[in-house]
């Protein structure tokens, strides 16, 4: 379906990106992975207390030869909202047309997200890596911003 504005026609494929957008960008509180690897790379080279007091205590500890890997890991079931534009054509009298229709369906995902730290001996943090979805890790993220902005 296209919408006329003056001179300016505009698809609702189009507008419907564009919400798209602004409703992910709204609900995601404008964190970025960058920030998730500014932050912990700003923690290299602190003791691990550090990363305790920012991200809370660990799920998991294990210990490779002489290092150490703390490991956070968050993980949360929910339901989203998938719109799609559905296009139906057909008659009315000896007139054809055309419609876009908005189709809602509502789909289960998860979003998760894993953190692990490595330390030395003495537990000064060396390195870091983590895997997961913005919807999992966004809560780290704010974490990491907050403290570091202090």
């Not at 970025?32 to 500014?38: E, K, L, P, Y």
């Not at 079931?77 to 719109?83: H, T, V, Y």
Request: proline share 2%; hydrophobic share 35%; aromatic share 10%.
């Amino acid at each position: 379906m296209l919408f006329e504005v003056g001179i300016l026609t505009i698809s609702t494929e189009i507008i419907m990106r564009k919400m798209l957008l602004i409703v992910t960008l709204l609900l995601s509180g404008c964190v970025t992975f960058t920030q998730m690897n500014d932050g912990l790379n700003a923690l290299k080279g602190k003791d691990k207390k550090i990363a305790f007091e920012v991200l809370g205590y660990p799920s998991q500890e294990q210990t490779f030869d002489d290092t150490k890997v703390y490991t956070w890991v968050n993980s949360v079931n929910d339901i989203a909202a998938l719109s799609s534009p559905q296009i139906t054509t057909g008659t009315f009298g000896n007139k054809s047309f055309n419609a876009t229709t908005l189709q809602t369906d509502y789909v289960p995902v998860t979003y998760s997200c894993k953190i692990q730290i490595a330390t030395d001996t003495s537990g000064i943090i060396k390195n870091y890596n983590y895997d997961g979805n913005m919807g999992g890790c966004e809560s780290y993220i704010h974490r990491l911003n907050n403290y570091f902005k202090k």
